[in-house]
């Protein structure tokens, strides 16, 4: 069990997939964390959040890497156990689904959460107290409509994924007032609770300057591109502080 600060070891697994270089010891770091001794030190949602993004996106970039035709059976691959945490080995949707979105089901729009003697008691114990629905914009997939990937850092989370939701919007939202009408990402309509709704959704388009205040447009989802696009990072590396 390493002493380090496991937000820091999530950053260095995720830089050490980028770089190419070996994973395997940030990767057995990991896995040889305590499940308390994690709660504890994750003991805010930022420091949540940070952690388990850049988990999930190491995670998927790096078994991508080794075997990019696991991308090819899309149910599999996030179902599949990719990387151990805390002894726990887990998949994409446990780490997104059950802990991120704290075990809201992912086809129930976010309003339905798994009852209590269903979900798992590790996922409890390390969600974060609230949802943030600006994780849509920072987990990466491997497809072609995710967003660029990144080393979150619990001292800078909350500016960060202000940044990455920012930039994702600005490439994928259209708002074309004289229609009264806006073209928003697909996240918004399959995760629809996690936003607080469609009131939720104007909310959160106005607070990132998509559309102006008190507009209340017609909405319409983008189709999402599943297509393949391993690697996609963002310009700069944001190192572990």
Not at 217 to 238: H, M, N, Q, V
């Amino acid at each position: 069990m390493t002493d380090a600060d496991p937000v820091t070891l999530s950053a260095e697994f995720l830089l050490a997939v980028r770089r190419g270089e070996p994973t395997a010891g940030p990767a057995a770091d990991l896995a040889d964390l305590g499940d308390r001794e994690l709660a504890a030190a994750l003991d805010t949602d930022p420091a949540r959040l940070a952690f388990w993004t850049n988990v999930y996106n190491a995670a998927t970039q790096r078994a991508l890497a080794a075997d990019p035709s696991r991308y090819d059976n899309r149910r599999q691959f996030f179902t599949a156990d990719l990387v151990a945490v805390a002894g726990r080995p887990l998949s994409l949707d446990d780490i997104e689904h059950a802990v991120l979105r704290r075990s809201y089901h992912k086809l129930a729009l976010g309003y339905l959460r798994v009852p209590g003697p269903l979900r798992s008691a590790f996922a409890d114990r390390h969600a974060p107290d609230e949802r943030d629905p600006r994780v849509h914009f920072a987990l990466n997939c491997g497809a072609e409509s995710c967003p660029p990937v990144a080393a979150y850092t619990r001292e800078a989370v909350d500016e960060q994924l202000d940044l990455a939701t920012r930039g994702y919007l600005e490439e994928h939202v259209d708002y074309d007032p004289a229609a009264d009408a806006a073209l928003v990402p697909r996240v918004m309509l399959w995760f629809r609770g996690d936003f607080g709704g469609k009131r939720g959704i104007y909310d959160f388009l106005r607070r990132y300057d998509r559309i102006p205040r008190g507009a209340t447009p017609s909405l319409s989802y983008r189709e999402w591109d599943w297509s393949f696009d391993p690697g996609a990072y963002a310009e700069r590396e944001r190192a572990p502080h």
